[in-house]
């Protein structure tokens, strides 16, 4: 019956394998009890037999009995040494099965786990995805501190994987490392940062949940992915919402207002009111405060909706469809904490529609309903009988159920309630019968116009026959005539009859209570009780011997006559009882109520202390103190502060500024120059899909961050003005600026000492192409397109190993300028030739910064020669002594990237490139490129380096202060970072005589190499040593425009610092170089094959380098 039942569920293979395994053992044992006792021993080595032998069948066969052995909890860790075995399978299936048992068995088996880390790291390496995403999990479940830094550059180097798949995996790495190591922190801060902009919607839930386990407080890190968040919230995973929405709730109560804010004051102001009717004689003080009140709701500005506080309503709403019950609790407590009071009545049938569910789903979602009907109450009552109990639910969810209804109650459905409560009393359940019976009681206190029939139901309960019944309705009966003892006298003398039937202690205590209070009103009936409780008071519980006395206390006082015997006997009694806290009572009120010569004071305000007014109970929903919680938290479930968990914020008095979350994209419009309105609405439909692909609404909302922003960098908009005619003159007025600042940039660029190659090389192209085609017109527009184009594919693309993990926009625009003002006016030929003179002289003076050894005819060559002549020239094979590494330049031009906006510099922008020039002062430095721009009105001072903070191993070669830079001027310096071969970030203060910057370079891959000359012959005798694991292959398909030799050769020596190596092959390009740290050899082959299609081969002793250049030259190939 069993296996038919597995091979109904898992299918005829898993059924099969179940079967054999069962039976196998039993049948190979000699007798009966033989195999009871060996069938686990004789299992293991039937099992290990099949792991160790050659077929990869019987391997997969064991592998899965071990997973299916795991899955219904039984142990396997003795199999691990068998298992570990097969972690090197080239076997993709078995492979899987393997690191799922290791996952498992990792933190038990470190020992064992620890021999095969290098066989994970391998795999890492892995073409498969999932192989990739598994060796990392499992390398993260070994909880050993010595290999958290291998741990650590595995993640880094996940997360910038192709696949979202192993960056996710990356995700959740983060948070057992940080578990493992909280030293780690601030660099697991870092990949946290450069995941949050991922646009993967796999990724974005992981890494939220990275971000509240390890930088919950960091909300820096949200402010530019809010927007993105937001709109990619609707197609991420369900748990992934879940973690989204609840960091989302809380970063919205800390940056936007209170929408009920205007609400609350009138609620205050109303009540000023009422205190101002009730009281005389601070007429005066009263009348002055409510004007103040009035004053202020006044001058408080109406309240609007920020924008992005809309967005994040907008894009949570559709989720209260979700399957997925804790999705629609999140946006229910998101709705609840942030939605305007007229809204969050939308989330009132998306929590009934829950109560259809399982009963445990039913008993979180009714706890959080309970809060909720307290402050809204009017949320819930059209789905009044949603609420209605079954006779099926179980006890806690009826409590629960009776507790919203409770909270319903009010005039106008009371009657119904009522009807309901009575069908209940009948049930079997007593625990919910007596819950009933408070119920009816909060409902008499809360409404005055039923009081007198729910009292009168309740004393028709005490004459019921379960016991239980009548003691929780004396209790409630209790609470409700302290309300109005003088009408009830009846009631109490009823209930005192009781006293002889009823054995509940907390039942006859009450009675005894009531009596003693009210003595009173039942003058002739209150002694008899006291003689009859005299009688039984050694039985009693301790509960009602304490009543007992208060009753013989209350007596003496009111009625000594009758009860002085009676009191005297009860307190000798309570002496020498066993429990002293009765004791203890007797002592006290024998001082209190019979004075001696001892007795002090307080014997003369003994009536007072026994018979004071006492204030009627007030009868309260155990929920009410629970909304200080988070709704849908488990310290909400709970009304206790659980680990882990984070206050909700206090909404802040004045609003913080919403241009944070305005993303860096934005920015850069307005910087254009000379840019067609075509341009313009071209770069609008690039961004527009980023912030949002449904409903119309948010368009608005980002042109208007996108011009807030912008004019507060230009200070030049007014708010009466529209938002198109206020972009547009601000962009006209930039334009005009930068236009300006450009002109003044060629004067200066001619002046400079220290020259960037990126302007020799343009001017090679324009030889190259005024050769071409004469008519400098259709030159003019050709490389405006082509700049276009370029634009805004750069603009689309998201590399995944770029220093500032997604190029900088605004860099980008700045570097489109430059090259359209270079390229917008061919100069005569006598005027190249001034120029070119002029620019061998420079690189003349430059040789102290960048040449240690120059050759007078390299220079001219270089100048001369057009790109397809240089490349071509690249591949014959020349000794070094007539070209130096210096000669052979990549024929595209250098990237610049953006060391400091201008913006945040306070007028000071400073780019950086990487020169690929030998580092004079030291051959294991990169040499890196600063140019200076001052946009400011004033001068700046004192330019240099402080602070610097590297990873270890990694150092720095200042470049020399610069003393001044004037207003409207550039300066270019030279530095030398060692980064160890790896692409860690340089971090240091920029530092002028006034302000101080944190900046950070980090290196392209292709960066950390030299190029180096090898020979046809040398370079596959060198190939043939960097086999195997040093040995990366990646097939790919060449975009259009890069399908001959030329394009290729240009591509990859743009992407890394490599030189050309001679190939016999038409269909092969081959490119050398070494690492400048370490010096090991990185070899690319790209085999070119039909229709497009390719093969890209790295060879390199370093892996980790191997496997990040592949990707960077796969990019710069396919797209």
Not at 542 to 560: C, E, G, P, R
Not at 897 to 912: A, N, W
Request: net charge negative; aromatic share 6%.
């Amino acid at each position: 019956m069993s296996t038919a039942a597995l091979y109904n569920d898992q299918g005829a293979a898993e059924a099969a394998v179940e079967a054999g395994q069962e039976t196998t053992p039993t049948s190979s044992s000699s007798g009966a009890a033989f195999g009871l006792f060996s069938t686990d021993f004789k299992k293991n080595e039937d099992l290990k037999e099949m792991l160790e032998s050659n077929k990869e069948s019987l391997k997969l066969e064991a592998m899965k009995r071990i997973v299916q052995l795991i899955s219904k909890g039984k142990n396997a860790s003795e199999l691990f040494p068998a298992i570990v075995k097969n972690v090197a399978s080239k076997n993709i299936e078995l492979k899987k099965l393997v690191y799922v048992y290791l996952v498992r068995y990792a933190e038990e088996q470190q020992d064992l786990a620890l021999l095969s880390i290098s066989t994970f790291q391998r795999a890492l390496k892995d073409p498969n995805q999932f192989i990739r995403a598994s060796a990392l999990r499992v390398l993260s479940s070994i909880r050993v501190p010595i290999i958290v830094p291998i741990m650590m550059l595995a993640i880094k180097e996940a997360a910038a994987d192709l696949s979202p798949y192993v960056r996710k995996t990356s995700a959740h790495a983060i948070q057992k490392l940080h578990s493992l190591d909280p030293d780690q922190k601030e660099q697991l801060i870092e990949v946290i940062e450069k995941l949050l902009k991922d646009k993967s919607t796999l990724v974005a839930g992981s890494v939220v949940m990275a971000f509240e386990e390890v930088c919950p407080d960091r909300i820096d890190l949200i402010h530019k992915n809010y927007r993105k968040l937001c709109n990619l919230l609707v197609d991420v995973e369900e748990w992934g919402q879940v973690v989204i929405i609840n960091m989302l709730t809380r970063y919205a109560r800390t940056q936007f207002l209170n929408p009920n804010i205007n609400e609350s004051l009138l609620e205050e102001g109303s009540g000023g009111e009422k205190m101002f009717y009730g009281s005389d004689e601070d007429e005066d003080e009263d009348e002055k405060e409510k004007k103040a009140e009035a004053a202020a709701i006044a001058k408080r500005k109406p309240y609007v909706m920020d924008p992005d506080h809309r967005l994040l309503l907008r894009n949570t709403k559709p989720l209260l469809q979700s399957r997925n019950a804790a999705v629609v609790m999140a946006v229910a407590q998101l709705y609840f904490h942030l939605a305007p009071k007229a809204e969050v009545g939308v989330i009132a049938k998306a929590l009934v529609r829950l109560l259809r569910s399982h009963s445990e789903v039913q008993f979180v979602v009714l706890q959080n309903v309970a809060t909720m009907t307290i402050k809204r109450r009017g949320m819930f009552e059209p789905y009044l009988k949603s609420f209605y109990i079954r006779s099926t639910d179980p006890t806690q969810i009826k409590v629960l159920k009776l507790e919203v209804l409770t909270n319903l109650a009010n005039e106008t459905n009371i009657s119904t309630i009522l009807r309901e409560f009575q069908t209940y009393i009948k049930s079997m359940d007593k625990d919910f019968v007596a819950a009933t019976i408070q119920a009816i009681g909060r409902c008499a206190t809360n409404i005055g116009e039923v009081r007198d029939t729910c009292l009168n139901g309740l004393v028709q309960l005490l004459s019921n026959r379960d016991e239980l019944v009548v003691a929780e309705s004396v209790v409630v009966i209790k609470k409700l005539l302290q309300m109005q003892p003088e009408k009830h006298s009846d009631i109490i003398k009823h209930m005192a009859k009781l006293t002889d039937n009823i054995q509940v202690p907390m039942a006859r205590a009450s009675i005894l209570w009531l009596i003693g209070e009210y003595c009173e009103h039942v003058p002739r009936i209150a002694p008899d009780v006291l003689r009859k409780m005299a009688k039984s008071f050694t039985n009693e519980e301790d509960i009602v011997k304490l009543q007992i006395i208060n009753l013989a206390a209350k007596l003496y006082l009111t009625n000594s006559k009758q009860t002085k015997l009676l009191t005297q006997y009860v307190l000798n009694l309570a002496k020498y009882d066993q429990n002293y806290d009765i004791r203890d009572r007797a002592r006290f009120v024998r001082q209190l109520i019979v004075p001696t010569e001892k007795s002090g004071a307080l014997s003369k305000y003994a009536k007072k202390l026994f018979l004071a007014l006492k204030p009627a109970p007030v009868l309260e929903s155990p929920f009410k103190d629970r909304d200080h919680f988070q709704l849908g938290s488990l310290s909400h479930l709970l009304n206790a502060k659980a680990g882990g968990y984070q206050e909700l914020p206090e909404w802040p008095e004045a609003a913080p500024d919403p241009s944070v979350r305005n993303v860096e994209v934005k920015e850069s419009v307005p910087e254009w120059t000379k840019c067609s309105s075509r341009e313009k609405r071209k770069e609008k439909k690039v961004e527009k899909p980023f912030y949002s692909d449904s409903e119309g609404e948010s368009g608005p909302t980002e042109s208007a961050d996108s011009e807030s922003d912008s004019a507060s960098t230009t200070d030049s908009a007014s708010a009466s003005v529209s938002e198109e005619s206020e972009s547009g003159l601000e962009s006209e007025s930039e334009e005009e600026s930068e236009t300006e600042e450009e002109e003044e940039d060629k004067k200066e660029k001619k002046n400079q000492k220290k020259e960037p190659k990126k302007p020799v090389q343009e001017s090679e192209s324009e030889q190259s192409s005024e050769e071409e085609d004469r008519k400098p017109e259709k030159r003019s527009k050709k490389l405006k397109s082509d700049s276009e184009s370029d634009s805004v594919e750069d603009e689309g693309s998201e590399s995944e190993s770029s220093p500032s993990e997604s190029e900088d926009f605004e860099s980008e625009a700045v570097v489109t300028k430059k090259k359209k003002a270079a390229e917008s006016k061919p100069p005569s030929k006598s005027v190249r030739k001034e120029e070119k003179k002029e620019k061998k002289e420079m690189s003349l003076l430059d040789l102290d910064d960048f040449e240690p050894t120059p050759s007078p005819q390299v220079t001219p060559v270089n100048t001369l020669l057009s790109n397809s002549l240089a490349t071509d020239l690249e591949g014959l094979s020349l000794s070094d002594s007539i070209l130096s590494p210096a000669t052979i330049i990549p024929s595209g031009a250098l990237k610049n990237y953006e060391l400091l906006h201008r913006i945040t510099g306070e007028g000071l922008s400073v780019e950086y490139c990487f020169s690929r020039q030998p580092f004079s002062p030291d051959a294991n430095m990169v040499a890196v490129q600063l140019q200076f721009t001052n946009n400011s009105t004033s001068d700046t001072k004192n330019l240099h380096m402080e602070d610097v903070r590297l990873q270890s191993g990694m150092r720095v070669k200042e470049f020399p202060e610069i003393e001044l830079l004037p207003a409207g001027e550039m300066t270019s310096a030279v530095m030398g970072i060692d980064f160890c071969d790896s692409t860690q970030a340089a971090n240091f203060q920029l530092c002028s005589h006034t302000k101080k910057f944190f900046v950070s370079i980090q290196p392209p891959v292709g960066e950390l190499m030299r190029p180096v000359f090898l020979t046809e012959n040398e370079f596959k005798k060198e190939q043939g040593q960097l086999m195997g694991m040093n040995e990366i292959t990646e097939k790919l398909t060449l975009d259009v425009k890069c399908r001959n030799e030329h394009a290729i050769v240009q591509r990859v020596t743009t992407a890394a610092n490599l030189s050309r190596v001679p190939c016999g092959s038409d269909k092969e390009c081959r490119f050398a170089g070494r690492t400048v740290t370490s010096s090991s050899l990185v070899l690319v082959t790209v085999a070119t094959r039909e229709e497009g299609a390719a093969q890209l081969m790295v060879n390199c002793e370093k892996m980790v380098i191997g496997t990040m250049l592949v990707k960077d030259i796969l990019l710069a190939l396919t797209q």
